[in-house]
């Protein structure tokens, strides 16, 4: 059946990913668009890593398939992660993908997707009435959480950290935490960190933002217009920097310089939340689970690019809760019709007839 009308089969290939354990779909996600009329395409073992077993996709009517050939063979095809380059094999004119794609980080990927001709449906652009970011926000949440959570255990000195308890104790002061980016990330970021008991500083460009967080905050929390020299000074007296700024759809800006790290103590951590769009700070390279830190001027960096995968059952249950009624809508109706009548899931189209058609998108890779 074509784009037009709707898609009959939908496929979900396991993640392959270094250490990516998350699923694109439940089985009760699977159930839905099987009571839909969809033929449902699960990658054998797809689920196991999140806790969802063969079995379990079955008895919800899915079908499960031995290669990933077979879960790509669909006619929309729904993951977590950006093709990885042994995937490209699978991208052709004929097929709609739906995934978190981060093109700005990955040009490569873009031109896979464009050279294919493959219809490319990303996550992290798909928009709703408020401006906000549906599909990224509960991911934004996990990995802000885990970003302290990481930070903090990266602290310890077996870790290459300064050895740092991030509460303190009594006569001994707490850890000091500079948050860049007030969004969902640096929020979840600075809650976490604050139940932990450290002192917690968030930068925004944004005042109504800083205001929101002001109303909002807890004891140990302050806030800090942005500007380059504030930065500077707050990132040469922090022990743990988390980076979480965001462009929708675009390359993280550079925030934090070569120089502003080399200001800080020796055994601090930065935790790059953005390293997903790029990296706000300009000595991050990539890292992942198994090989989550690298030390540059002797400060911890953890650069993991798909952080959530840390958590897999958390994660698929969140990202499945917003997903499916796109994944759903997308199935029932088509490209063309599913963008005319739902215009924030037409900003979540990033590629297709072999062009990258989201503007912010585009403008980014061409930098």
């Known amino acids: 059946m074509s784009d037009t009308h709707g898609f009959q089969s939908v496929g979900v290939p396991r993640e392959i990913k270094s250490d990516e354990r998350r699923v694109a779909l439940t089985p009760d996600g699977a159930s839905e668009l099987h009571a839909l009329g969809k033929t449902v395409l699960v990658e054998y073992d797809a689920g196991l890593g999140a806790g969802f077993a063969n079995g379990d996709y079955e008895a919800a009517g899915a079908i499960i398939v031995d ?3 077979d879960a790509w063979g669909a006619e929309l095809v729904v993951k977590v992660k950006e093709p990885q380059d042994n995937e490209f094999t699978y991208l052709r004119s004929d097929l709609t993908l739906f995934t978190y794609l981060h093109l ?13 001709g493959t219809t490319g449906f990303a996550y992290e652009t798909v928009t709703d009435d408020n401006g906000g970011l549906p599909l990224l926000a509960p991911m934004s949440e996990i990995a802000g959480q885990l970003a302290a959570q990481m930070g903090a255990h990266h602290l310890s000195a077996h870790l290459g950290g300064a050895g740092l308890l991030m509460g303190g104790v009594p006569g001994v002061l707490p850890a000091e935490v500079l948050v860049l980016g007030g969004g969902n990330v640096g929020w979840a970021a600075a809650r976490v960190a604050l139940g932990l008991g450290a002192n917690v500083t968030i930068v925004d460009r944004s005042i109504e933002r800083l205001i929101w967080i002001d109303e909002h905050k807890f004891s140990r929390l302050r806030t800090l217009a942005s500007s380059r020299a504030a930065v500077a000074r707050a990132v040469a007296s922090s022990d743990l920097v988390i980076g979480a700024v965001l462009v929708a759809g675009g390359r993280a800006p550079v925030v934090v310089s070569e120089d502003m790290v080399r200001t800080m103590r020796k055994g601090s951590v930065i935790v790059d939340v953005a390293v997903d769009q790029g990296g706000c700070v300009e000595t991050t390279i990539e890292t992942s689970h198994r090989e989550p830190t690298r030390e540059v001027h002797g400060i911890v960096h953890y650069a993991v690019g ?14 499945t809760n917003v997903t499916l009624p796109r994944i759903a809508e997308l199935a029932q109706k088509g490209t063309d019709h599913a963008i005319a009548s739902n215009s924030h899931l037409g900003n979540g189209l990033n590629t297709r007839n ?4 989201n503007a912010v998108v585009a403008q980014s890779i061409s930098r």
């Open 67 to 69: 290669s990933a050939a």
């Open 354 to 357: 072999g062009e990258v058609v």
């Open 104 to 116: 700005a980080a990955y040009p490569g990927v873009a031109t896979a997707l464009c050279d294919a």
């Open 306 to 319: 798909n952080m959530p995968g840390a958590v897999p059952r958390t994660s698929t249950l969140a990202l």
